[in-house]
T-cell receptor
Framework: GAGVSQSPSNKVTEKGKDVELRCDPISGHTALYWYRQSLGQGLEFLIYFQGNSAPDKSGLPSDRFSAERTGGSVSTLTIQRTQQEDSAVYLC????????????FGPGTRLTVL | GENVEQHPSTLSVQEGDSAVIKCTYSDSASNYFPWYKQELGKRPQLIIDIRSNVGEKKDQRIAVTLNKTAKHFSLHITETQPEDSAVYFCAASIIGTASKLTFGTGTRLQVTL
């Protein structure tokens, strides 16, 4: 079946602009994660959605970052007033239920803030 | 919260040799330890995982060992091949709780001919 998809694949924006990144998880997966991966670095957890529960936002680096998940499926990560340090690859992953289920990653969105 | 440390950050081995990547974790309650492989320009993919009720798990050329007393676990790759070249991430979590998966910082493995 279809895997996790993300759009856009690349996004170049100017400092101060807002951006929206989209994630389509695998159908039926109730868990959805957003990670940030800076060049050559590890996976930085941002936010986690599980079903109808309140999301775990503990990884969001500032209040410029927010995410929502509509209808328990598609998720959008929004970065307001982008800064150059926001430049990274943003990865989305979904899992069947929770933290100990295999996470299937999307291809990522490469964000470049000029 | 959980803290996972991973070593080495880079590792170069000759084709056919073995490679070992080590991780330590801080939360003694952690009992689920997956390993993800990320090839250059691609997404991370799960390659093997282990739960704390076992000390070792093997899948062909890949094995993972767990020492709960010392709070460390390792990935072993035998008979390395060029296609093993990638970044490997370890992670830790607690089964059945809301604690998220905490990843290590990654090890870049280079298998040379």
């Amino acid at each position: 079946g279809a895997g996790v998809s993300q759009s856009p694949s690349n996004k170049v924006t100017e400092k101060g602009k807002d951006v929206e990144l989209r994630c389509d998880p695998i159908s039926g997966h109730t868990a959805l994660y957003w990670y940030r991966q800076s060049l050559g670095q590890g996976l930085e957890f941002l936010i986690y959605f599980q079903g109808n529960s309140a999301p775990d936002k503990s990884g969001l680096p500032s209040d410029r970052f927010s995410a929502e998940r509509t209808g328990g499926s598609v998720s959008t990560l929004t970065i307001q007033r982008t800064q150059q340090e926001d430049s990274a690859v943003y990865l989305c992953a979904s899992a069947r239920r929770g933290h100990t289920d295999t996470q299937y990653f999307g291809p990522g969105t490469r964000l470049t803030v000029l | 919260g959980e803290n996972v440390e991973q070593h080495p950050s880079t590792l170069s081995v000759q084709e056919g040799d073995s490679a070992v990547i080590k991780c330590t974790y801080s939360d003694s309650a952690s009992n689920y330890f997956p390993w993800y492989k990320q090839e250059l320009g691609k997404r991370p993919q799960l390659i093997i995982d282990i739960r704390s009720n076992v000390g070792e798990k093997k899948d062909q050329r890949i094995a993972v060992t767990l020492n709960k007393t010392a709070k460390h676990f390792s990935l072993h790759i035998t008979e390395t091949q060029p296609e093993d070249s990638a970044v490997y991430f370890c992670a830790a979590s607690i089964i059945g709780t809301a604690s998220k998966l905490t990843f290590g910082t990654g090890t870049r493995l280079q298998v040379t001919l």
